[in-house]
Structure formats: C-alpha cells, structure tokens
C-alpha cells in the first residue's frame, strides 16, 4: 500500500494518462482557475478576519492565555451522495456495535465469555471504570456522540482509523466553516446542491433529551458541563450550548445532594436531569475518582448509579477508543449485529502478539506505531518520516513494554488542493464525520475534514497545527 | 433561568468596562494638569493622587521610584501585573462575557472582543507624550460601543439588570472617587480653597466627566465648588451623579424583585435607604459634615449594597 501515490480527491489520471478534474470538483476547479494568486490571497484573508472577528479559537494548555485560530481553508472537500450513503450506513453500524459492546463489558461480558476478546484487555485495561459496573444507564447508550476517522486511501473505499467515544470535539468547526463559506461564497452554494448540516445542534438535544434518567418525571433539564474559559474547546462549549438552548455550567455551579444533581441559580436551586459533559472521567466527581478534581460534581457519581441523572458520555466510555479494543471492532460488528463491516479498519497488530513482533521490529522503518493510550498525534513513530535514533528509542521501547505499543502500515492518506501562500498545493486529510446514538441514530451529513498543513505531512491534529476545511455531501 | 455564576459574570462585566473608562478619565486629568503652567510645583501631588485613586498606589511605589508620566500611565494601562490596569480591565471585562456567552447576544460578545484585541493592540505601539489623550479618548469610544451593544441587542430580562447593575455600582463608587480626589488629596491646605488653581481644577474634574458642557446647560454662570457638588452628587439628569447611579441601581433591584416575585432582598432595602436620605439632601449640609467624610460614607455604603447583591444572587442558595 505504502509505495503507490495516494489519492487526489480533486484530481485523477486518465486511461490516457492525462489529468482530469473529478467531476463533483469540475465547478470548483473552474472557480479557481478563475482568480489569480492575490484575488486567492485576499479569499484567504478574508475567512481567517471572519473567524478572529467571532472568536472563534482554541487555547493550548501550555500557554492557557493564547488563543489560537484554527487554519481554515477555502478549498471544500467533496463528497458525492453515493459514497456518503455507505459512510452513513458503516457508521451508524459501528456506532451501535461499539455501543452494545460498552453496554455488554459493563454487564455480562458475553464478548469474553464467548472468547472473542481476551479477558485481560478489558478488565486489566485503565480505561476500564469498574465504577460503571451493573449501572443501568438510560437507554443503554453509553457514548452518544462518537467521532470516527475516515480515511481514504483506495479510489473508492474508507477506512476507519479510529473511534472517538469519548467527548470528540470539532463539531463546532463542522458547523463555522460552512457558515463562513456561505458568507463567504454564496454563488458556489447556487451552483452546488449541498446537503444541510445545520440540524446538528437540533438532532444533539433530541439525542440528549431521549434520554432522560429513571427519576425524571418532567420534561428533562439540560446543561452541558465544561471546564471553563481556559479549556481549548471552550468556544465549541459555549457555541453548542448556545445553538441548543441549555445551560453551559462550570463544576462549581452544580452540586449533587440526595437523588438529584442541582444547578445554583439567581432564583435558588433547579434541579437538572441530563449533563452533556466536556470533561474527562477523571475529573467527574472528586468523591469517585480524582479526589482533587476542583471542575467535577461531587457525589454526581452516586445520583447517577440511583437513576437521577443521566451522564453523557457515560463514564468508562473511553474504552471503545482504545487503540488495541480498536482491533476488535469487526469482530463486535459480527458478534451483536450479525453483521458484515461496511467499513474496515485499518490492519493493525498488537505489538504484544508474539506472532507478529518480530514483523513489526524488523519492518519497522515502513510502519507508523501507537501508543495504546495516546491521542492527539503525540506518542507515535512514523516510521518513513523518523531518523534512525527515533526508530531505535521505539524498538527499544517496544520491547521493554510491547503491550504498550500497536502498529500499523503507514497509510498513505488521500490528498485535497489546499490554499498555501495564495497557490494550490496537495496537503493529505482524513474525515471526521459526527454520529449520534440516542433512541434513534443519526449522522450529520457532513463532518470534520482535517487538513495536515506541512508539506507531506500526515498528521492533521489540530493541536499539533493542522487545519480544517468545510465538508460537501452532495445530494443525489 | 440564570445562573447565579452568569448572573455574576454579567455583572462584573460591566464594572469592568466602568472600572477601565474610569482609569482613562483619571489619566486625561493628570495630563491635563501637566499642561498648566503652575504644574512643576504641584505635579508630584496630582501623579499621586491619580494613583490613589485608581488604587494602584502601592503596586505603583513597588515598581518605580519615580512619579512621570510616561511610568504612571504605562502602569494604568498596559501593565499586567497591575490587576486595575486598563488593559487587566477590558480583558477581565471580556473573559466575563465569554462566560456568560450564551446569556449575550452575537452583537455584545462581538464588541467586548473586538475592544480587548483593539486595545492590545495600541500596547505594541511605541510611546508618545501625545498619544496619551488620544488613548484616553478611544478608551471611552470603545466603552461607549459596548454599552450601544448591550442597549441595543439585549432582551431586557434579569441578565440585564444585572449588567446595569454593574455599570451603576461602579460609576457610583467612582465618581465619588473622583469627586474626592479633587477635593481630598488635590488641596489639602484650606487657605488655597478658592484660588485660581482650585477653579481650574474644578473644571478639570468636569471635563474629566465629560461633564463641562452638561454643567453648563444644567446651572448657568458661574463654576462654583456648590454648583458643582450639587451637579455630581444630586443633580437627577446627569448620567454620572451619585444620585443618577442610586436611582439606577434601585430600579434594576426592583425589576429583578418582580421578575422574581420574591419579597425585598437587603439590598433592595439598602438602597432605598440611601436614596432616600439623598432626596432631602441639601449641598451646604454636606460642606457642613465635610465632603470627603460625606464621600467616604457613601462609598462604604455603595459597597454594602454590592455584597448584599452578591449574597442574594451569586450564591445560588435561598
């Protein structure tokens, strides 16, 4: 797979040989062709004023004070109707599979029972929240809102890469970027029939609200529950919350006393029945888990198990996206849904397995190794791109911890035309769409498409300087 | 519904914005005075009392040795590590409303940004003797922008009147500060009362209020120190006289006491108490009592009512 080219999303090569415009880009390419390197520029400028000017930013921990802009693109990344009807159905699919799974692990484990996930990956697994053990969670949907990444990396087939369950963010950017490129660029939305994503915040609350807890006899209260200001996913808090209509509240205005959780208001106290919540596990409730979380709830964790409030994601949600559980995410498809995959995972072997270490060491220059428990881009080795020192400190590594470790052949992700110093040039993306599991399944149609922004580089996390486009589902 | 913490944010919000003009107006003054002919044998005076009166005296002394100018007003605005400083104003004042996001409107959030990133802007530029009332001057434009935002987007509903309520507290506290610089720490010697530096300093203080015009439509002739003791504490049109940020603040409370149909909170009573007090009030019988002890009660007050606020609303518990 590594030696071929990788995909152009805008452009193929002919049976001729010759360069031809794919033809859902055709009227794009035309557009572009239209303006010279400064009129380009100017575009450019202009999006990057609009999202400044709406604050639209992200701060990075290490220097909490900074704001940053997200680098957006004015090339949108397009998709015909015909593929996205596949990338719905695949999705949905894992969706409800990764679901049942959490649902199961936390209950009976038949998936282990019946041999088909080694015991010691779940439970000895620090992803795994004894805490959630025999809780009955409401409608048995444990992460509501999961961020699968998409890749392409064959002409007309994705690959999932991996399955955000935890809290995924971006969706805020899926939303802005095509608010600024219709402000921006009216006359493309005429020409192009794009299918609307704008229900997204609609669909998210009826998600949140089908699932009200055991003991919510009124129409269920809603707050999603942030860190705070300082967090670099705080405007995407304040602008979900804000689209909803629900309360954006900080740990601090919550506090749980007998069968409910209650927010602090000017009027007294209000009970709240379900929390869209934005910070990690950890942090939930000082009582349960970290006892010097100063943003949690405490004694959330006690209305919960009692039925009186419904947390979304539920706690030990993470487990789904772990990067060895990923493997197993066919088989889950197979085992709860008597199903075929639509959408196959990546090849990726467990370090660990002593069948395959001696492949993954001694081709490890063509592979790109994970840790178990990274995320973000960090912790990884690609292996094309790193210098030998960097290739010896994980081969050492790995042998020291191979459970530690997964590998996978370094994929040669698809490429879009993206706007670098006024010109066109080749930057890879994957695709992120978003995927909600209430009483019923829904799929925004369109998603996160993230653009590495170095030459030949394939990694598009935001935090480590990617960018983003708008996304184009094309109706049919 | 409104959060108690949003509730609080919107608030200090606005005390900010009031907290930052203020600090501006007292800079205009001190520049003012540095351009009087008189100004080398009393400058020293008037740096400090600016100082003082932004209280950012000590802060100040920990720094610098020297009362100039150019320190002073690099301390009250740009410094960071003055918590009063403009710039700490405006950014704390815009780190609220992106709090309270979804309680302002698009148009509130839109400017309270826009004013921080203008104003870090004009910190990059290089120092000059003469930009500082033009600094001064688009620190007002900007406030007065902010408040257009909140008058003209927002719904008028609890989350408002606590906006109001921030403004109002603040002005309140600091027109009697400016008030009492004037006549407390400017001239402490009874005999210069009277004299031509006194008069000039009154009509300074106007100016600084941007009062000088509106006095004159309000009283006619001449500035005298009665005339213009009446005008900023009891006149009832001017948006900057004591008794103007009293009638505020007790209407806001009484809005959110019906919008809430509760009973008077202590700070609705509060309030009421001073106004009415202030109604009989007459100008000699506060010279007779002593401006600066009348001032200084005032502000003790003024700050009773703010804690009963924040008892009543940012708590959360009733």
Known sequence: MQNKKNINEMFEIDTKGKIKTRLPYVKINNWIKSMNVAE????????????????????????????????????????????????????????????????????????????????NLIYQNPAFEKEMVGINVPGKIYSHIIGTDLVRIEKNKFYALEDNCRTPSGVS????????????????????????????????????????????????????????????????????????????????????????????????????????????????????????????IPGIMNVYRSGGITICSAPGSGIADDKEVYIYVPKMIEFYLGEKPIIDNIETWSCNNPKKINYILENIKDLVIKEVHGSGGYGMLIGPKATKK??????????????????????????????????????????RPFCLSGKKTYLAKGGLTRVAMKEGSLIVNSSQGGGVKDTWVLTG | MLLSRSAENLYWANRYVERAETISRLLDVGYRISLLPNYSSTHKNEWESILLSAGSFDGYRLKYNEFNQKNISDYLLFDNENKSSVINCMKAARNNIRSARTRVTNDVWLSFNQSYKTFQKYKKKAYKTENLPVLCNSIKQETNLLRGAIENTQLENDGFAFLNLGYFIERANSTARLLDIKYFVL????????????????????????????????????????????????????PRSLIYSLKKISLN??????????????????????????????????????????????????????????????????
Request: aromatic share 10%; with cysteine.
């Open chain 2, 253 to 318: 409370l009484e809005k959110l006491k019906l919008l809430y149909g509760e009973k008077s909170s202590s700070a609705n009573l509060k309030i009421r108490n001073i106004l009415s007090k202030f109604y009989d009030l007459e100008t000699n019988e506060i010279f007779k009592d002593g401006l600066h002890e009348f001032l200084t009660n005032f502000i003790i007050s003024i700050n009773e009512v703010s804690e009963s606020i924040e008892e009543t609303y940012f708590k959360g518990i009733k």
């Open chain 1, 173 to 296: 950017y899926m939303l802005e970027n095509r608010e600024v490129m219709m402000k921006l660029f009216p006359n493309l939305f005429q020409s192009y029939k794009i299918l609307p994503i704008e229900d997204y915040p609609n669909m998210l609350k009826d998600t949140l609200q089908s699932l009200a807890p055991l003991k919510c006899e009124n129409e269920p209260v809603i707050a999603l529950l942030t860190p705070g200001i300082k967090n670099s996913a705080y405007y995407e808090h304040s602008f979900l919350s804000d689209l909803m209509g629900i309360e954006l509240v900080e740990g601090d205005d919550l506090f749980g006393k007998g069968d409910f959780v209650y927010i602090k208001t000017t009027e007294g106290t209000k009970k709240i029945d379900i929390i869209y919540r934005r910070i990690d596990d950890e942090y939930l409730d000082p009582l349960c888990f970290n006892p010097n979380s100063k943003i949690g």
């Open chain 1, 390 to 431: 960097e290739i010896e400190i994980f081969k050492k590594r790995i042998k020291e911890n191979p459970q530690n470790y997964i590998a996978q052949p370094t994929l040669n992700l698809s490429s879009v035309p993206t706007v670098i110093n006024g010109k066109l040039k080749d930057r890879h993306v994957d695709l």
């Open chain 1, 40 to 119: 380009i520029k100017k575009k450019y400028f202009d999006a990057q004023n609009l999202f400044e000017k709406l604050g639209i930013t992200f701060s990075t921990y290490e220097n909490s004070d900074e704001e940053r802009l997200l680098p957006f693109d004015i090339i949108p990344r397009i998709i015909n109707y015909k593929e996205w009807q596949l990338i719905e159905k695949g999705i949905k699919q894992r969706s409800k599979a990764l679901n049942a799974f959490l649902n199961d692990i936390y209950n009976k484990g038949a998936i282990i029972k019946a041999g088909i996930i080694p015991e």
């Open chain 2, 187 to 238: 001239l402490p010697k009874k005999e210069t009362v009277g004299g031509e530096l006194d008069k000039t300093q009154w009509d300074l203080l106007l100016r600084a209020l941007s009062a000088h015009r509106a006095f004159g439509w309000a009283y006619d002739g001449e500035q005298t120190p009665e005339k213009i003791v009446h005008f900023l504490i009891l006149h009832p049109e001017f």
